[in-house]
């Protein structure tokens, strides 16, 4: 079974740090281009990155709100995903899933607020 | 960025009817590669987003087949045959073929 466990959410002030961990099980990971999808409060959904195979480059792509502030980054062997959130903004406040083809995790929610 | 465009917005249906939504999309999804990327997702009140059908038309593994998928290059439609209690949500097409990958606005479908 396919599974995605997000973590590392919580409550940051404007201007600060945030990393996000995505567990990964139930698939072979390092054959899985990931993404990180946000959700803000009763909003709807909007892509923030994704991280290709290290067999595809492994390159990475951003979205322009997110670009130069967020880092996305892989280690196949934990099979783990990560989302490094700096400089962060009020507007970044949302719950950010993890994502692989058809599997979405449960979210872990970001607060920015001062 | 590919502006993707849903409706209606909110879709009031009675159980056991048909529902259809509406996608277009600002640029064709036809890929390079031949794939048309579209995909549809569906997000139950208080859980995770799954997806239903990708490329245009193909279903999930688990999914009913109520639901069904159609159009080309920029225009689509999910089609829900006959509405079961189950599929109040809001509904998100995304496409997948250009980046970034953008999603629709969603359409709420509630039962009447």
């Known amino acids: 079974e396919v599974q995605l466990v997000e973590s590392g959410g919580g409550l940051v002030k404007p201007g600060g740090s945030l990393r996000l961990s995505c567990a990964a099980s139930g698939f072979t990971f390092r054959n899985a281009w990931m993404s990180w999808v946000r959700q803000a409060p009763g909003k709807g959904l909007e892509y923030v990155g994704r991280i290709r195979t290290k067999t595809d480059g492994g390159t990475i792509e951003y979205t322009s709100p997110v670009k130069g502030r967020f880092i996305i980054s892989r280690d196949d062997s934990e099979n783990t995903l990560y989302l490094q959130m700096n400089s962060l903004r009020t507007e970044d406040t949302a719950l950010y899933y993890c994502?692989?083809?058809?599997?979405w995790g449960q979210g872990t929610l970001a607060t920015v607020s001062s | 960025d590919v502006v993707m465009t849903q409706s209606p917005l909110s879709l009031p249906v009675t159980l056991g009817q048909p529902a259809s939504i509406s996608c277009r999309s600002s640029?064709?999804?036809?890929?390079?590669?031949?794939?048309?990327?579209l995909n549809w997702i569906q997000q139950r009140p208080g859980q995770s987003p799954r997806r239903l059908l990708y490329k245009v038309s193909n279903r999930e593994s688990g999914v009913p087949d109520r639901f069904s998928g159609s159009g080309s290059g920029t225009d689509f439609t999910l089609k829900i045959s006959r509405v079961e209690a189950e599929d109040v949500g809001v509904y998100y097409c995304?496409?997948?073929?250009?980046?970034?990958?953008?999603f629709g606005g969603g359409t709420k479908v509630e039962i009447k």
């Open positions: 995304l496409q997948g073929t250009h980046w970034p990958l953008t």
């Open positions: 994502v692989t083809g058809a599997y």
């Open positions: 640029q064709s999804l036809v890929h390079s590669d031949g794939n048309t990327y």
